[in-house]
């Protein structure tokens, strides 16, 4: 009996031993996400905390405060005494400028890299999802901390908010201490991290302070590390409205709904019509061109220039020109340290990730393509509408937006070679986007189509999963680890709202799959088209079938894949 005692002892110290052994093991399972979020998600206050609290930005009352009917006022009146002062673009700056002034001194920053107002901060969200309302859920914790809610539960999910003002290096700090909280909150030894937009920047100059070794996974969705060329542009005073870049950009945002739709349709026909083009948006470009010394002296470089986080979205190839253009007496010591600190950390953004990455992070990055820039140049890089890819992407090989690399060289796979030759395969098959020559070609995925940060607009739209499950990662994945159902390219199909995975290897037109673009293909195409031959079942076969890409075979795609043939632009058949 004594023995049989000492046994079961045994077995049960060995049992709880056992039960000790495991349970961190499924605490592991349950790691708690954070949401870095992006530029101007987080709202700024003013007088946080008193009765005089008000949201400075996004202005609260905007459509209530004057300003609005204030601006039209000022654009009427400036835009008639343009006419009677023959064509003099001051007195029109003279009145609308001062109300963009008024809009903007709340949030404005000294040239010295110190706000003007130190009573405006960010909103703070430290309670996790389950603690704040439908409507706030919806609007703090994005997408991706919804679907993560629901895959696991809504006390593991955090927002982290920071003032998009300051240097992401100040933000990394503030980020730091909030990983620690939540790391002590929740009794979790690592966080998940999906960093958004600006928030990628904030999380990068993290990783440069304090390494990788608290987190888990890590995934920059739509990031801005490396900055966009609307800041680039814009700080270096390479400003100019294009009709065509404009035009485009309004055929990206008629897809968001019926009513932006309706206005891209009406917009675009204006903007391309001979008498608007030659006439009206002449005289938009020569007002831009009248006022931009004012736009600068008055209002950039006085109030935005002198703001650390918006440096960080300067791209490091626009960075001596934009510190040239805006200061050409020479920057403050005091901004130059703090925008020259980061500028170092963006630059040297693959060493740091590498060392994160041996601490234990593992990492990964989806960005969209296939979108106009937002105009505010003559630019046709293919972005986001707010990030250019090859920012965002970290160094891809990109096609102009509209073009592809067989309109450079035409003859699909045998005309454009990978630039980087590293073994494997890294071309999009619509020949847009070339992965290899990434910081991170293994790690990158891209979702054609896809708007910034608009992953989840659509209930069901598939273009959270791929991020739910680099969230997920146990190991490092890499564009081959699922390439069923996650491959580094996939299609956002705009008409029918699902988002595809692309395998194939060749380019887009290539139906017959000789990794050639001839007339041999659009006799195919037509043929299918026609009902003379059966249209492939395969879903990645069609989508090579479907050259100009609205969800259909039909005989527009011959026309198509026929001009690719002739080496004709297909510019006038959109």
Request: charged share 20%; with cysteine.
């Amino acid at each position: 009996m004594k023995a049989f005692k000492k046994v079961l002892c045994i077995t049960l110290a060995l049992m709880l031993a056992g039960l000790a052994l495991m349970a961190p093991v499924a605490a592991a399972t349950d790691v708690p996400l954070i949401v870095v979020q992006g530029f101007a998600a987080i709202p700024l206050v003013k007088n946080a905390g008193t009765e005089q609290e008000l949201q400075v930005f996004p202005p609260e009352n905007l459509a209530t405060d004057g300003n609005v009917a204030k601006l039209t006022t000022a654009l009427i009146t400036g835009f008639i005494e343009y006419g009677a002062n023959g064509a003099n673009w001051d007195s029109f700056g003279k009145r609308v400028l001062p109300i963009v002034k008024d809009m903007l001194a709340d949030v404005a920053y000294n040239t010295d890299g110190t706000p003007v107002n130190d009573n405006v901060t960010h909103e703070t969200y430290d309670e996790p999802m389950s603690s704040y309302t439908e409507e706030e859920k919806k609007a703090i914790f994005t997408a991706f901390g919804l679907k993560y809610a629901e895959q696991y539960n809504e006390d593991l999910v955090y927002a982290f908010g920071y003032d998009w003002r300051q240097s992401p290096i100040d933000c990394a700090d503030q980020l730091n201490d909030f990983i620690s909280y939540v790391k002590a909150r929740t009794g979790s030894n690592k966080v998940n991290v999906v960093a958004i937009s600006q928030g990628s920047a904030v999380t990068l100059a993290y990783l440069a302070q304090y390494g990788g070794s608290d987190i888990n996974n890590l995934v920059f969705a739509s990031p801005a590390w490396q900055g966009t060329s609307l800041a680039g542009d814009a700080f270096t005073g390479n400003i100019d409205i294009d009709v065509y870049a404009f035009e485009n950009f309004m055929v990206g945002m008629s897809d968001g709904s019926a009513t932006t739709h309706i206005m891209a349709v009406i917009l675009s026909s204006f903007a391309t019509s001979e008498e608007f083009t030659e006439e009206w948006f002449l005289i938009l470009e020569k007002a831009i061109e009248g006022m931009e010394p004012r736009i600068y002296s008055d209002i950039i470089v006085p109030m935005l220039a002198g703001m650390p986080g918006l440096w960080s979205l300067v791209p490091a190839d626009y960075y001596e020109d934009a510190k040239t253009f805006l200061f050409p007496d020479g920057v403050d010591s005091d901004l130059l340290a703090k925008i020259d600190d980061y500028n170092k950390i963006q630059t040297d953004a693959k060493r740091i990730i590498e060392e994160a990455e041996k601490a234990g992070m593992k990492f990964a990055i989806v960005c969209g393509y296939n979108r106009q820039i937002a105009p505010i140049n003559d630019n046709l890089n293919t972005s986001d509408m707010v990030v250019d890819t090859k920012y965002a992407s970290g160094g891809a090989t990109c096609a102009d937006y509209l073009t592809a690399f067989s309109d450079w060289d035409f003859g699909g796979k045998g005309a454009y070679k990978q630039a980087n030759p590293d073994g494997h395969y890294h071309i999009s098959w619509d020949y847009k986007v070339d992965a290899s020559t990434c910081m991170f070609p293994e790690q990158t995925w891209f979702i054609k189509n896809l708007q910034h940060v608009a992953y989840g607009t659509y209930e069901g739209d598939g273009t959270c999963d791929i991020v739910m499950w680099l969230l997920s990662m146990k190991k490092q994945h890499t564009v081959f680890t699922d390439k069923e159902n996650y491959p580094q390219f996939s299609l956002y199909n705009t008409y029918k709202r699902f988002t595809k995975g692309i395998n194939m290897d060749t380019c887009l037109g290539d139906v017959n799959h000789d990794y050639l673009i001839t007339t041999a293909d659009a006799r195919l195409a037509l043929k299918m088209a026609a009902g003379l031959k059966d249209i492939p079942e395969d879903e990645d076969k069609r989508i090579i079938i479907d050259a100009n890409e609205d969800g259909e075979i039909s005989t527009d795609d011959a026309r198509f894949i026929l001009c690719w043939a002739a080496g004709i632009s297909t510019d006038e058949l959109y």
